[in-house]
C-alpha cells in the first residue's frame, strides 16, 4: 500500500468528523482552509508523541489514536478555547494496515468526542512518530493565559488527580481489579475539560492542564505569573480508586504524577463567587495564591531547593 492509497482508505474518511464551524477546506489539497470569522481569536498548539517516550512500545493502536488526539485537545481546554480542527503528521515504520485500522478508529471515536475536526496532515516512514497541531478559537482577547494569577486567588483543580499515573503499575496487568480498571480507563482514554475550559472563560484568571503532574503544572502559573501558591494536601482530589489502592501514597500521585489532562485554574474570589454551581461542582479548591514567591504544601515550601516535582524530558521523572 503506497503512502496515497494509505490516506485515502484510512485518513480521508475521517474529514467528515467532528465537524468545525471555520474549516471551510479539508484534507485532499496543499493546504486546508480555516476562516476566522470577525471578533474571534485563532488558538492553537502542536504537540508531539514518540514512541517508547509518550507511549509504550506496542501500545495498543486505538487507544494511542484516542490518547494524541485527547492530550492535544487538552491544551485547548486550558485556554478555554472551542475546539475546531486539527492536523496529523504521522511517521510509520511499516503501513500495518491492522494497526492503521485500530489508530484510525480511536482517533475518528475523540475527533467525534471532542469536535475537532482532521483538516490534514503528512505522512512518512521512519521510527513512530505523532505529531498533532490543534486549532481553536474564542472571542477576542478572552483566551486564558498562565499569566493572570493574582496574589488571594483561590486555586482549584477539576476531576481527581494521581489515576492515570498510578495506572503506569497496571499496564501488564493480566487479570486487573476494578479499581486497576479505574486507574486504566484515565491512562487510556483521557477526556479533556474542554466543556469547562469554555465555562470558565470571563471567571478564571490563569488557567493550565496537568499533564506533567501538578506540582510542576500548577508552578508554571505561578513562575509565568510571578506569584507564589498555598496548598492545603487534605484538600487535594482524589479518587476512591485510587485512595483504595495507594492508601497514603494516594496524595504523591495526586501531586506528581502526570497524563491525567485535569485542568488547574485560579480564581478571583468575587469570580469564583459569581460562576454556575454546575460549574464549580466540577472543581475543588485545593488552596490559595500568595505574593511571595513558593509553592507551599500544608506549610512546607516544596519548590525550594530545585526539587523536581513533575516531568522534564532533560531531566528525567522527577
Ligand atoms: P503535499 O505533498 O502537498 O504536502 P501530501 O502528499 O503530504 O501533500 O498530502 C496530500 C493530502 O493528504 C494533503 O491534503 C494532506 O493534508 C493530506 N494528508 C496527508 N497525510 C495525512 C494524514 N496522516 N492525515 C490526514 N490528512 C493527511
Ligand atoms: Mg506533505
Redesign the pocket.
Known sequence: MG??E???R???P??GQGKSRSLIL???????IQRIPAGRDLVFSVDTLVEGVHFPKYYRPDYLGWRALAAAASDLAAMGADPECF????TLPAADEQWLAGFAEGLRAASDAFGLA??????TSGPLTLTLQVHGTVDEGTAIRRTGARPGDLVAVSGTLGDAGAALEYLAEPAPTPDMAAMLDRYHRPRPRLELGRSVRGFASAAIDVSDGLLADLGHILQASGVGASLDSARLPVSPSLARLKGDASVAHALRSGDDYELCLTFPEDRWGAMPESVKRQLSVIGVIQAEAGLYLDGTDCSAGGTPSGFDHFRGKG
Open positions: 503512502e496515497f494509505l490516506i485515502r484510512y485518513f480521508l475521517l474529514a479539508g484534507p485532499g489539497d496543499d493546504c486546508a492536523t496529523l503528521a504521522l482532521l483538516a490534514g496532515g503528512d505522512t
